[in-house]
């Protein structure tokens, strides 16, 4: 496979007046060609600030602070020694983004179409005639019906499913190497949520587009992705291709997200897996593993000290003392074993 995307120990921390909050802490993943790669956690866990750190849209530099160890290697160069000149050029044209909220990320005073066109005279030099022409396109592309007239519309006329699509359409103009989608059903209907994913997937065989697709949601990536990464307080805690974590995840805060996931054998009255505790303050992370306090299976060295990476299969790392050779043996909650 074709690398495309490098990430090294990238560390992001934003200073506010309670002091700097370490919101990522040392993630590292690459993404190769044609891929989708799911980063999957909580509210809070660095999910989006990861995806925007690689587009560089996060305030730099106060409040946010990308530390100087820390490398986003894109077709050979580091994202995080590009200028604002090579930022724009690579924004749009080379990585797109679908953010969380299509009504907010859409210009209200702009038609749909102007907006998708806008994106094309800039990057890809058409007049304004051949950009409005090839954004009929694309909104014929994501399956908006009527797309010649629908161009002409503002985004308030639109569905919450229609704006998500013009969003796609918006990210997919200019044909980029990789699409961020963050949180791309958010807000929407399960019927809607499914068609919006099968897009995706189906842009994505045609363009030949890399994915990273960022949700909390683990039931939405089990047949979109090819790869998951765990992430809790900043972190990676586990990574492995999508039938390993499904089928033998290892750390508890992967089996806790599992288990919240409602399955078709579950009755009305049954009462979903719900997490105790919250995630620890990132001003001042745990010298240990950042889950400990939740964990039920804690031993006294979680909270001392940080877990190393453990192999479980070539494609399968997990950050647990569990896994170390000296500890207890735990084994998969029975709701998550293989098969049930």
């Known amino acids: 496979m074709e690398r ?25 993943f690459h993404l190769d060609k044609g891929e989708t790669l799911a980063i999957v956690g909580e509210s809070g866990c660095g999910k989006t600030v990861t995806s925007k750190a690689i587009m560089r849209l996060l305030p730099e530099p106060m409040p946010a602070e990308i530390k100087k160890d820390s490398k986003i290697i894109f077709d050979g160069k580091n994202i995080l020694d590009m200028n604002e000149k090579e930022l724009r050029k690579l924004r749009g044209s080379d990585i797109s983004m679908i953010f969380q909220d ?3 990320s859409l210009n209200p005073t702009m038609t749909v179409g102007k907006q998708i066109a ?22 014929d592309l994501v399956n908006i019906p ?23 359409a918006i990210a997919l ?5 990789i699409l961020i989608a963050d949180e791309p059903t958010t807000a929407l209907d399960v019927t809607i949520q499914a068609q919006i994913m099968d897009l995706i997937g189906d842009l994505q065989k045609k363009l030949g587009t890399a994915v990273i697709l960022i949700t909390h949601d683990l039931g939405v990536v089990a047949d979109t992705a090819d790869r998951i990464q765990v992430m809790y307080a900043g972190q990676v805690i586990e990574r492995g291709t999508v ?15 599992l288990q919240s996931v409602p399955r078709l054998e579950t009755k009305n009255k049954d009462t979903l897996y719900a997490l105790n ?21 804690c031993m006294q060295i979680c909270l001392e000290e940080m877990p190393e990476v453990t192999n479980v299969e070539s494609d399968h790392q997990v950050l647990c003392w569990l896994k170390h050779p000296m500890a207890p043996k735990v084994e998969v909650p029975e709701a998550l074993r293989r098969g049930e």
């Open 4 to 28: 495309i995307l490098d990430v090294e120990n990238l560390q992001v921390s934003f200073h506010t007046y309670a002091g700097e909050v370490k919101a990522v802490r040392g993630v590292d």
């Open 102 to 104: 299509p009504m907010t």
């Open 118 to 139: 806008e994106s094309l005279i800039i990057h890809r030099g058409m007049n304004k005639a051949e950009a409005m022409k090839e954004a009929i396109k694309m909104l």
């Open 146 to 168: 009527n797309a010649d007239k629908r161009a002409h519309q503002y985004p308030h006329e639109f569905s919450g499913g229609m704006r998500q699509r013009a969003m796609i």
């Open 173 to 177: 103009a200019c044909n980029p190497k």
């Open 243 to 257: 039938e390993e974590i499904f089928a033998n995840p290892q750390h508890p805060y992967t089996w806790a997200l």
């Open 277 to 297: 505790g919250t995630p620890p303050d990132l001003v001042k992370p745990p010298v240990g593993c950042p889950f400990a306090a939740r964990c039920e299976y």
